[in-house]
């Protein structure tokens, strides 16, 4: 069966700093990945997605940027994190229509 | 510009009652349809999904149905339970290129014993 995992599980960093949130799915090959971010109180915004090794797609225009170095691992970064940037970024794997997330990382900048 | 919108942003339902959450969309092109329920600090879980072709899923106490002249969906719970508290999203998919889903902002459910 197909699993994901995310970490850290909770982060706090202040602003100004670099962030790395690390994504890996085990069980399926070739998967369509996903990030996404929850603020508080909202719904879930897509911010990237890639199909294949090192095809990234960015949705939202901003001071984040993912990578896929592998197959099955995707990267969220940040050089230099805005206090705007806080919330629950989740990775997500999808296969033909559905999506499956993983527990998420809570992100809190100060 | 909301492609996905979830009007009720809170809902109260008695056990064993039925919950029914509502979804509306405006893109024409969405083809596919699922909810997704969402616990606090987790990840949400896929519950149901629905294809443009179809005006009624089924599985188990979860049923999802379309009205595509109405470009609505809605889910039924049935019968409630305390564990089914949460939030539960709306999202659709063009079927396009990467298969993205759009969400909508979440309904929560809260099932009184």
């Known amino acids: 069966s197909q699993t994901i995992h995310q970490w850290p599980a909770t982060l706090v960093q202040p602003v100004g700093s670099p962030l790395s949130l690390e994504c890996t799915v085990e069980?399926?090959?070739?998967?369509?990945l996903y990030w996404y971010r929850q603020a508080a109180g909202r719904g879930l915004q897509l911010l990237f997605y890639?199909?294949?090794?090192?095809?990234i797609s960015s949705e939202v225009p901003q001071n984040l940027s993912a990578s896929r170095p592998q197959d099955r691992q995707f990267i969220l970064s940040s050089k230099k994190l805005l206090l705007s940037d806080s919330g629950f970024y989740l990775c997500?794997?999808?296969?033909?229509?559905?999506?499956?997330f993983g527990p998420g990382t809570r992100l809190t900048v100060t | 510009d909301q492609q996905v919108k979830q009007n009720s942003p809170s809902l109260s339902v008695q056990e064993g009652r039925i919950s029914i959450l509502n979804c509306d969309y405006t893109?024409?092109?969405?083809?596919?349809f699922l909810w997704y329920k969402k616990y606090p600090a987790e990840g949400p879980t896929f519950l149901i999904s629905?294809?443009?072709?179809?005006d009624k899923n089924e599985d188990g106490r979860f049923t999802v149905f379309l009205n595509k002249s109405a470009k609505h969906l809605s889910l039924h719970i049935v019968p409630s339970q305390p564990g089914d508290s949460a939030v539960y999203f709306c999202a659709a998919s063009v079927g396009e290129y990467g298969n993205k889903l759009v969400f909508g902002a979440g309904t929560i459910l809260r099932v009184k014993s």
């Open positions: 893109n024409s092109m969405f083809d596919y």
């Open positions: 069980g399926t090959s070739n998967p369509n």
């Open positions: 997500a794997w999808g296969d033909f229509y559905e999506q499956y």
């Open positions: 890639s199909v294949g090794i090192g095809q």
């Open positions: 629905i294809s443009s072709i179809k």
